[in-house]
Each structure stands twice: as C-alpha cells, then as structure tokens.
C-alpha cells in the first residue's frame, strides 16, 4: 500500500524525484505502536526535508510480508523494517522469509555497486533477528526470560565511531521488548561481509547485565538494532502502564525498578533524546547521501531539540 504526502499547489511544475520510504511490517498483522511511531518519524521527517526542497514529495509504501506475503518493492529509497511477536525461526520454509533474504541480499549487492545512492535498511528488533540469522553473524537464542522495559545501550569503540551512535558517547536508553538475544558474536565473518559490532547489552570488557549483541553493521546498507529507537514516549508510557505489564515489570525487576523507569521516561536525555536521534540521523545521513545525484539540497541533522523532529502537533497527527 502506498501513502502519497503531495507537495503544495504552488509547487513548481518540474518537481524533484519523489522521496520513497517503505515501512516493512513485521508485526504479524499484530496492532502495536511501532507502525504509529515509523510514520510519525516518517512525517516528521518529510517536513525537516522540505525546508531545504519545498517541492519534494514523500511517498510511504507499507507491505506485511509475514501475514499478507508482501515484499518490499525494489524502487524505494530508504527501508524501515519493524520489530513483530514471536520466533525468528517461525518462517523458515515459507515464502516470505525467503523473500525477505532475497530482499537483504538485494540492498546489499545494491550497495556495493551505487554507494551512497542505492537503498538502504535499518532494521528493529524481529528484523535484527532475521538479518542476524540470514548473514550468520551471530546465534539466536531463546532468553531465558523476557526483558522489556526502558534499558541502557552500551556502545563499542566502532559504535561511538560510527555515524548512527556517534552522538550518543558511551551508551544510550531505549525501549527493549524482547525473548530472543543474538549471543556468540562470528566476528570473522562479520568482517568478511563489512560489517561492525555498534552496541551491546554491557559495557565492552563486562557482562553484568547480559551478553547479547544490540547494534550492528550487518553488512554494507544494512544496520540495525535490537533495540526500539522508534518507540517515543507516549507509546511507552501506554505500554507500561498497563495493568499486566506493570505487574509483570515489578514482578521481574521490583517497585523500585519500575517507579525509576517511570521517570526517566521524563528525562530528555533518555528514551526521548534516542527517539529524537537515531532513526531521524539515519534517515538523515542517508538522504544527504543520495542528495547531490537525485538534484536534492542536503538537510542539517537532527538535534535534541524535540520540536524538530516529533512536535506535539504531528504527534496528534500520527496518533490518528
């Protein structure tokens, strides 16, 4: 399915090629808030581009490959691939998942051969689990609990050298929700592709609060997060207030565990800070990336300033 955000009438005649971004849905025809917060980012997004191309239109294409077997159409610009329920090994056999490989391949061999102005992906949690798994970079592995709740990132040494975690320093908060981990780093065939270790669960040389792998290079166009930097603070907020997942929070963590998450989801340089920054910087990085060739005039990056990127007036919108 395609959303088209036309230009304004008194748009020029010869317009700019139009900007196209495709939502890939992984939530199993599932409702959550993620799809709200990626076209909240996307809209978002659309308006810090036009204030250096008032012309240029944004075109959104939505596809479901796990329950509708939709893939993503190869004449977009930049992917957004979302977390979903359930296991990384459940479509093993079936169409979707094998198109999807198809479709990771695919931005890759793009990559390599147009650089900055082929598609890109940047992949959430159930599609950093399946792009661990296609590139056999890691192991996925069944946690022996659930973790969720608003979680600190630790970057590595490449992380806070590399563009999409650069501005954050050491770590990072975000939105966690997940039962699998990506354990048993394969470093040498992480590099053979081009790939880099941007984030983990502990700080580098600790384990004190987990092992897993949380942010990749997996592979040239490709990054990705275990993590959910789309989340923003009014999902999260619905989401932990909720009767049975605040007592599953204080059951797994404690009152006082809960009550701190409660208010750090209130600090600016947390969770709000990570939503304001990652995604919109990737989007940004990769549309400045593209600029010159496609006759676009590249954008600033983001900054923590929240009215630039997820102002209460589109957050309305988004909400609807």
């Not at 939709?70 to 198109?99: A, I, Q, R, T, V």
């Not at 590099?191 to 983990?200: H, N, P, Q, T, Y």
């Not at 404690?254 to 990652?278: C, H, Q, V, W």
């Not at 990336?289 to 630039?308: H, I, V, Y």
Request: aromatic share 8%; proline share 6%; charged share 30%.
């Amino acid at each position: 399915m395609t959303d088209t955000i036309i230009a304004p009438r008194n748009a020029m005649i010869s317009r700019p090629r139009p900007l196209r971004i495709c939502l890939v849905d992984m939530n199993d025809g599932h409702e959550n808030q993620a799809m709200r917060c990626f076209r909240l980012i996307s809209s978002e997004f659309h308006r810090h581009v036009r204030k250096q191309n008032p012309d240029i239109e944004l075109e959104l294409v939505h596809v479901s490959p796990r329950d509708k077997d939709e893939m993503p159409p190869n004449d977009c610009d930049l992917y957004l691939s979302s977390g979903g329920p359930g296991s990384p090994f459940e479509g093993d056999g079936k169409s979707w998942c094998s198109g999807y490989s198809r479709f990771l391949d695919g931005v890759v061999e793009d990559t390599l051969s147009r650089g900055d102005n082929a598609r890109s992906l940047f992949g959430v949690c159930y599609s950093f689990e399946m792009i661990v798994r296609h590139f056999k970079v890691a192991t996925m592995a069944l946690r022996a609990t659930r973790k969720f709740g608003v979680m600190p990132i630790y970057t590595t040494r490449e992380g806070r050298e590399h563009p999409l975690l650069e501005v954050f320093g050491d770590r990072l908060f975000a939105f966690e929700h997940r039962n699998w981990e990506a354990i048993d780093l394969d470093e040498a065939q992480l590099k053979k592709i081009g790939g880099s270790l941007l984030a983990r669960e502990s700080r580098e040389g600790q384990d004190d609060k987990g092992v897993a792998v949380l942010g990749l290079l997996a592979a040239p166009g490709v990054e990705t997060v275990q993590f959910h930097p789309e989340a923003d603070r009014m999902g999260v907020v619905s989401w932990v207030r909720k009767p049975d997942q605040a007592a599953a929070f204080r059951m797994a963590y404690g009152d006082e565990t809960y009550e701190r998450m409660l208010k750090t989801l209130d600090d600016p340089n947390r969770i709000a800070r990570t939503f304001s920054m990652l995604i919109p910087g990737w989007l940004t990085r990769k549309f400045n990336g593209m600029a010159a060739e496609r006759g676009w005039n590249r954008c600033d990056p983001p900054s923590q300033d929240l009215t630039a990127f997820g102002s209460e007036s589109v957050r309305t919108l988004g909400a609807n």
